[in-house]
Nanobody
Framework: QVQLVESGGGSVQAGGRLRLSCVAS????????EAWFRQAPGKEREGVGY???????HYAESVKGRFTISRDNAKNTLYLLMDSLKPEDSGTYYC?????????????????????WGQGTQVTVSS
């Protein structure tokens, strides 16, 4: 059974940095896709960044150059390093995975591209 467990959220001032972690388990295939999403109150969940088992990455325009996704395969952990944080980056951050294959390019930052989700971790950026 696939499980995704996020951690690392918290409160930070604008311009600060946070690193989120997502421990993944239960994958059975060698080809998979993972992503980070976020959701602010009253807004739809939006894709932040994508990484697949070939280390291909893809970022939303709003975070490009500020956020970096990486993975420690020995720890089965996906990371989201967030720099130069802005108040509009606040929200609940979710880790997502598709474990049977890579997600099609057009779906990489879309909710419907993923089968499994973590419980979320809260990020608050104050001005």
């Amino acid at each position: 059974q696939v499980q995704l467990v996020e951690s690392g959220g918290g409160s930070v001032q604008a311009g600060g940095r946070l690193r989120l972690s997502c421990v993944a388990s239960g994958y059975t295939g060698s080809r998979y896709s993972e992503a980070w999403f976020r959701q602010a109150p009253g807004k739809e969940r939006e894709g932040v960044g994508y990484r697949d088992s070939d280390a291909m990455t893809h970022y939303a325009e709003s975070v490009k150059g500020r956020f970096t996704i990486s993975r420690d395969n020995a720890k089965n952990t996906l990371y989201l390093l967030m720099d130069s944080l802005k108040p509009e980056d606040s929200g609940t951050y979710y880790c997502a995975a598709k474990t049977s294959d890579w997600v099609a390019w057009s779906l990489r930052l879309r909710v419907e591209g993923y089968d499994y989700w973590g419980q979320g971790t809260q990020v608050t950026v104050s001005s």
